[in-house]
């Protein structure tokens, strides 16, 4: 189980270039009828992680907001002292502990590890006692690399409780964030806003409908324990539309588009200035000119006939066609190689084998759509069979 690498968050060094330094608006919380929306903004940090403000007892930690997990951990001050500076710590004094308990989570690029406690978890207004995860074992990656002070998962719980993927052992499984605070949203949905080489917004609870112009394309969930849904085809620039399905991981914990190897190959060779450094791991020249990527098409087909679970009367309403997502070629240019030779890395790299989805759609092509991650409840509440079904929303962002 613990080999078993649920989540990929935080490439190392895969990344997009030049955070932009606007202030970020107040968080809201608007309450109706004993139910909640929020609007919390994320700011882009370092140019590949998009960082959400919580509290945890009365103190803030900005974490990534992660929807290929479900925990929620924090660096803590029980742990080494040789953590980095600049990451807020939690001190598990003001929680209950779960003896007994422990998290393990591995990550794509990294791991965390520590005890468990439970304590007051606010996101946006909402506050819920949640499990709070003390890190006291974090990978170099996430500790020097990033400027984050934990990760707060939105994924499903994917078992017998969430703690990373040490489920079964568990005395006291706790239920996630989603779980914990959903009941109290108006809707039992959320949405990201990413934006490219800008800040975003994360709302809870509702669908700003200034955020996008044309109906939404719901793709259902089903039984994937992920926030994953099937893509139809893809395209490479204006080359031929390929018609292949694949299990796409949508998630906002990973920076880049991790596509099959070949798949990879080909979108590089089409742009002629691409510099192959090793298997999956391109780069490109900063300057889009230049550097002249071709856009990169997913398409999405709603299962016929189309059937979502929440239709809002102001949405704009439900697509029933085939939708291509398109993913503008500059997006692809990423940070800077470190070297100071113009190259920046591409974002996109190789899908390594054996996992429970063929491809991840990660903040690059996040930032290309308003995204609704929907639980499919019209009532805020996680349904029993939760989470057989769910479904995710995609619709073009106003220029
Ligand atoms: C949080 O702040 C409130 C108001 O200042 C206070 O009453 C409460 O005791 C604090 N809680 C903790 C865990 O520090
Ligand atoms: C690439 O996508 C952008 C945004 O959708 C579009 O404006 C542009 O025309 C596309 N470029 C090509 C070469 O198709
Ligand atoms: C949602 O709440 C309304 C009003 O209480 C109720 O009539 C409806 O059955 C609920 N829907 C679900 C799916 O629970």
Known sequence: MISQVLVVSLLAGAGLAVPLNDDSAAQSAIVTG????????????????????????????????????????????????????????????????????????????????????????????????????????????????????????????????????????????????????????????????????????????????????????????????????ETSGYQIGNNGAQSVTWKALIDTGTTNVLLPPSVVDAYFAAAPQAKKQSEGVYYVPCDATTAALPNFTITFTPPQPVASFIQPSSSGGINTRPYNAVIPGKYFIGNPTGKNDGMCQGGMNNMGAEQPWDIILGDVFLMTQLVVFDVADPNGSVDSSYPSHGQIGFAPKPA
């Open 34 to 229: 004993g139910k909640v929306t929020a609007s919390i903004p994320t700011t882009l940090t370092e140019g590949v992680e998009w960082l959400v403000p919580i509290q945890v007892a009365n103190k803030t930690f900005n974490v990534q907001l992660d929807t290929g997990s479900a925990d929620l951990w924090l660096f803590c001050t029980e742990g080494p002292q040789n953590v980095e500076s600049g990451h807020n710590q939690y001190d598990p004094k003001s929680g209950t502990k779960l003896n007994g308990a422990s998290f393990d989570i591995n990550y794509g690029s990294g791991f965390a590890k520590g005890d468990v406690y439970t304590d007051k978890v606010t996101l946006g207004g909402i506050t819920v006692t949640q499990a709070v995860e003390c890190a006291t074992s974090v990978d170099d990656t996430d500790d020097n690399d990033h400027k984050l002070d934990g990760i707060l998962g939105v994924g499903f719980n994917s078992g017998g409780g969430v703690f990373g993927i040490l489920q079964t052992d568990q005395p006291d499984p706790q239920m996630t964030l989603v779980e914990n605070a959903f009941p109290q949203l108006v809707s039992g949905l959320f949405t990201a806003d990413l934006n490219f080489n800008q800040n975003g917004v994360y709302n809870f609870g509702y669908i700003d409908q200034a955020r996008f112009t044309t109906p939404i394309t719901y793709m259902p969930v089903r039984n994937f324990n992920n926030w994953i849904v």
